[in-house]
């Protein structure tokens, strides 16, 4: 059974910065990416960042490129998500997702991914 389980979320100003954390439970060994969505509220879940889960670039929405960083520790089985210089639009419940199937690239799209933590909210005040 994996279950992926979130943290770190809070209330922040913008300007600030917060880090969030995903850890995996299980078997992990099948997975091939770890990504984080963001969902605000009454709008769909969108695609943050997402990594390889034994290596490689990292990818980013353009909304985030330069502020965010993810990142994968692999012993730990954890993913995690650095946010600087956040944004009003950046509130929102964060999730983490794994994926276990092969692919070229990186996925953006919720129906990639096979599993899902609970989310963490995050909340900017301007």
């Known amino acids: 059974q994996v279950r992926l389980v979130e943290s770190g979320g809070g209330l922040v100003q913008a300007g600030d910065s917060l880090s969030v954390s995903c850890e995996a439970f299980g078997q992990t060994s099948h997975f091939t990416q770890m990504a984080w969505f963001r969902q605000a509220l009454g709008k769909e879940r969108e695609f943050v960042s997402a990594?390889?889960?034994?290596?490689?670039?990292?990818e980013y929405a353009n909304s985030v490129k330069g502020r965010f960083t993810i990142s994968r520790d692999y012993a730990k089985k954890a993913v995690y998500l650095r946010m600087n210089s956040l944004e009003p639009e950046d509130t929102g419940v964060y999730y983490c997702a794994a994926r276990i199937q092969y692919g070229t690239g990186y996925y953006y799209s919720v129906n990639d991914y096979d599993y899902w933590g609970q989310g963490t909210p995050v909340t900017v005040s301007s």
């Open positions: 990594i390889s889960w034994i290596g490689g670039s990292p």
